[in-house]
Every structure is written in structure tokens, then in C-alpha cells.
DNA sequence: TTCATGATTTGAATATTATTCTAATATATT
DNA sequence: AATATATTAGAATAATATTCAAATCATGAA
């Protein structure tokens, strides 16, 4: 007997998920056919990108959640983009953003806890020519993805 | 006629979306009901909140993105989680976290422009006791949601 | 305005897929 | 080992998305 479990908060973490047209059509007061067709539209222009799950990140093992500030360090060879492009690989970085002002980089990263959170620190935030780092742990995911948590 | 999409974005920013077992069956090479299982199993224990859509904020009119370190001080009659609390309300606040050190809430914030912050930021960031914040504007959103984008 | 063109909505028919129910198998507990 | 519980599986059904053709609406040109 396999636990599927993993594979399947793998898979929806990121899509395998679909609108449910008749919901919406029902909710807007519109034809099913009619919301079909804006939906299909919106996907082929790119206005949406996926349909996804939002987790209990404390039941997935990933309820440590950090925000880091990165900076790079004015003579670096690698620019932010390359920098942000190699840490948005990481599965547990939900987000990469460059900013501006006195930090170059903020990502949102989940881990187990904070054990797991220092062995990915070690792997990840030494490498890419990284060269300060300043770290916000959340205490209290009060509202992620949009989805007030409670 | 009627214009569907503020409507549809609306809707599937947090929900009316549902998971797509068959395709989660053959990429896990399951059976269709064993995945259905599984994953009704995972609703009923809180560890899928919901489906939503993921979208390209700069095709909605939300791609102006803003991180808020935020700052209560010290004799302030509300707590960070009352905050937090009122903070998670707006619609276009993507994320609430209460943190620890210097700062002890960090928002995203969605708006369309910077004209459209500055209101927000007038109407909301004054209100809520909030003492001092500091601001990383987002320059390129490299991963959201999980979602690399590109 | 009227006409013509393209875009959106609609309804009916069909195809897919989720869901239900029952049975079988695996796992855990005593 | 024996019983109870949890998970997987198969067949039948229910629900829903999708397709297609037709109707309606919106737009711009003459």
C-alpha cells in the first residue's frame, strides 16, 4: 500500500486542478456555456496561469515559514535575475520577488521547521553569491495565496 | 452583454475550482477512485483548503507589487494579531504574517500601479495603529504561488 | 441610420469525469 | 492468528465539461 499523499500535494501544489464552470456560472447568474467560453479565454491569452491547490501548510510539513531579505553585493558577477531564476527552482521557495531599495532579492520559503530551515539555509543562501542575508520568521500565517488561514 | 472576467477572477482568486483526479490518477499511476479517496480524506482533515487560480497579475490589474515590513510600537493598545486580522480583510493584501525581530508584520500587497498603492497605502498603511513600515516595491515577480513566471 | 463583421451568448447533444456503492485487499491491533 | 480498521479497486451512475450550430449583441464603416 502506497501513500499517495506526497505525489498528490506535489501535483496540486502547483495545478492538476480545474474552474468548476457550473459553480461560477451559478454564483455570476450566467449560462455555463457562457462562462466556458470567458474561462477558455482567459487561458489562452495567458490571463491564467494554473488552477492549484492552497494547503494547510502545518499539515504538509511545511508550517515554518521565512521571509528572507538577500542582498548581492555591488561587484558580483551574477545579476539578480540570475540569482532570483536559480533560487525559484527550489520547491520550498513559494516566492522570488527583486525589489527595490537596500535589498536586491525577498523570497517566502516553507520548511518543516526550524531545523529544516537552517539545513536549507546552509545548502541554499551560501551558495549563488549571496552576500547578507536578513530573515523575518512568521510566527502566524495569517492570510496566504489570498486564503485567510484559520 | 456583460463583461464575465472581474467576476471570474474574483471568484477563482480563492476558490471554485476542484481538483482533476483522473489526471492525478494517471500521473500517479493510481486508480481513479483510490485518488478520489484520497483526496476527499485530505479535505475533510483541513489539509486541502481550497482550489483557486493562479493568474498573470499584470493581466488583471494587479501588477504592481508591494512587500510592507510594518511596525506596531511598543505602547500600542492593539495586538499584532488584531492587526493582522484587519489587514487579511482587503482583498488585494495577498499574504498576512506576523514576524519575528525588528518588524512584526510583513504584507504583499496587489495593486495596479503605483497611483493605485499610494491610495492604498493612504487609506490603509495610517489607519490600524500602525507606527513606522518600510517598503520593497517588486521590480519582477519571478516565482508566486509556487508558480515560476515567464 | 443601416449594413456588415466579429465577438459573445445560448441551447441541445455529447463526451468526460467525478462520485457512489460494494467488494476485495492490505494494515494494524489484540 | 484473528479481528477490526483503513485503503484500494471495479462497475454503475450521476454530474459536469465540452462541442457545435444558431442566435444575439456590439462595433465600425459607408
Known sequence: MKNLRPGIIE?????????RISDLASKLHSKSTTVHYNVKQMEHDGTIKSYK???DYNKIGEGFCTYVLISLGKQEYKSPEVVAGELAKYGNIESV????????????????DIAEY???AK???SLHGIEKTHTLNSMHQVKTEFMTMG
Open 11 to 19: 501535483l496540486l501544489k502547483k495545478g492538476s486542478c480545474t474552474p
Open 53 to 55: 491547490a492552497v494547503f
Open 97 to 112: 520577488d527583486i525589489v527595490t531599495g537596500q535589498w536586491e532579492i525577498i523570497i517566502k520559503v516553507r520548511t518543516k
Open 118 to 120: 537552517y539545513e536549507f
Open 123 to 125: 545548502k541554499v543562501l
